[in-house]
């Protein structure tokens, strides 16, 4: 690609000469036109790879951060319930260990409400990659907006 530009006096990078009006005609207004064959190659070699290239990285990021916001919820819940548990037998227990069960019991709660907050963002940037990708296919002409919605939508996360 990098031997194809065209520098400003119409040779191109890599010495060989370009006729510049052989890419664009002039109007009537004075200005440049690109044919529609000049366009048409952009897109296909250009725009559509590259679309293509970010449609497989936002689909690839959604699958990463559902599955950490999963993972995330999991094991936020297990914190929480190892915390309950951890805070009764502090209560309940007879024996010596009564701050060290409340002050795990405590570091699970912290845990729990870290890994909350994590599942919430990680829900947040799902998200945003879904309304990317539904925007792509929305510009791309594979779905069409419904009439009463703004954006289309797949399916719903």
């Keep these: 690609m990098e031997n194809d530009r065209a520098s400003a006096d119409g040779r191109s990078v890599s010495g060989e000469s370009h006729d ?3 890419f664009a005609s002039q109007n009537t ?9 000049a366009k048409t190659s952009i897109i296909r070699d250009l725009i559509q790879p ?3 290239r970010e449609l497989k990285d936002y689909m690839e990021h ?3 951060w559902a599955k950490a916001a999963n993972i995330s919820d999991l094991v936020g819940k297990i914190c929480i319930v190892l915390a309950t ?3 009764f037998f ?3 227990s007879q024996d010596d260990p009564k701050r060290e069960c409340a002050f795990i019991s405590g570091v699970f709660g912290i845990i729990s409400l870290t890994l909350m907050y ?3 963002r990680a829900k947040n940037s799902e998200r945003e990659c879904y309304v990317q990708i539904n925007g792509m296919f929305k510009n791309m002409g594979i779905i069409q907006p419904h009439t009463n919605n703004e954006t289309a939508e797949l399916e719903n996360p």
């Design 62 to 64: 959604r699958k990463y």
């Design 29 to 37: 207004a004075g200005t440049f036109q690109f044919p529609e064959e």
């Design 20 to 22: 510049n009006r052989a």
């Design 50 to 52: 590259a679309m293509i």
């Design 85 to 87: 548990i951890l805070a």
């Design 118 to 120: 994590f599942e919430a």
């Design 90 to 92: 502090a209560f309940y």
